[in-house]
């Protein structure tokens, strides 16, 4: 296994975890940075700048490496343009979070794709705003049928109608949390905690599910503790998976990726 050097800081978790899928892709292929350029196509100070985080891989590139590395192109695709929307928002911000900007090297394909749009902002900014006149639409309606009714404010109040209204703009209530409970045992010579038997998802700060739930639960088993057992990757989590990664040796970036997994369920 590569020994990696340590992420910048600054990196963001989504651009992070490209970062990670990609370096565990290159140790897959067993391929140098010069042999991986004359595969891919981009030259080889481009992929040590991509796979130190310092600049982010235009999307033929990542498709290149998925199918070098015998993977899916399509989820790491889908990795890729979270990264992208979380690249761009960090250097709109005014670049203060941002990694280096490096001048791109003639390639011999294109890398438009580094600083092309991405509708996905776009289509929330229309669903909200969508949102936004549906409910203005509705409370006219109210009033107008109370005025129609020749109602006055009181009983604007207690209408049907208006109560609707503002059911409509109050905010949703949330579901109640799921619990999780640890019930470590070991199976085929590997530990499970009863939640999840994933041995390669990709978890950061900010993830949530039954994934974070195990590892937690694994984290614990190792002696280290990760908090409450809530299945939300935060701060304690982090810090508990940084402790194992230096432990074990392993790169001390705070994310468990298929090495830690394999670490956590040994």
Known sequence: MSR??????????????????????????????????????????SWERYLG??????????????????????????LHEVAAEAWGNAREDGGASAPEAVAAEPEIRSVRAESAPFPGRSLRIALVAGTAALVLAVSAAVLLLVRLNGGGDGELASSPLASSASSATSAPRSPAAPTYTCRPERSDGRWYAGISRTRDAILADGHAGPEVAEAQCLLRRAGVSPGVVD?????LTERAVKRVQQREGLVVDGIVGPHTWEVLRG
Do not use: N
């Not at 070098?68 to 889908?78: E, F, K, Q, S, V």
């Not at 299945?231 to 701060?235: E, N, Q, V």
């Open 4 to 45: 990696w050097k340590a992420l910048p800081a600054e990196l963001d978790p989504r651009v992070r975890q490209l970062v990670v899928q990609l370096r565990r892709l290159k140790d897959h292929s067993g391929l140098s940075l010069r042999q991986l350029a004359a595969k891919t196509g981009y030259s080889p100070k």
């Open 53 to 78: 985080g310092r600049s982010l891989p235009p999307s033929e590139a990542v498709e290149a490496m998925a199918r070098i590395g015998g993977d899916d192109p399509t989820r790491l695709l889908a």
């Open 231 to 235: 299945g939300i990757f935060g701060p």
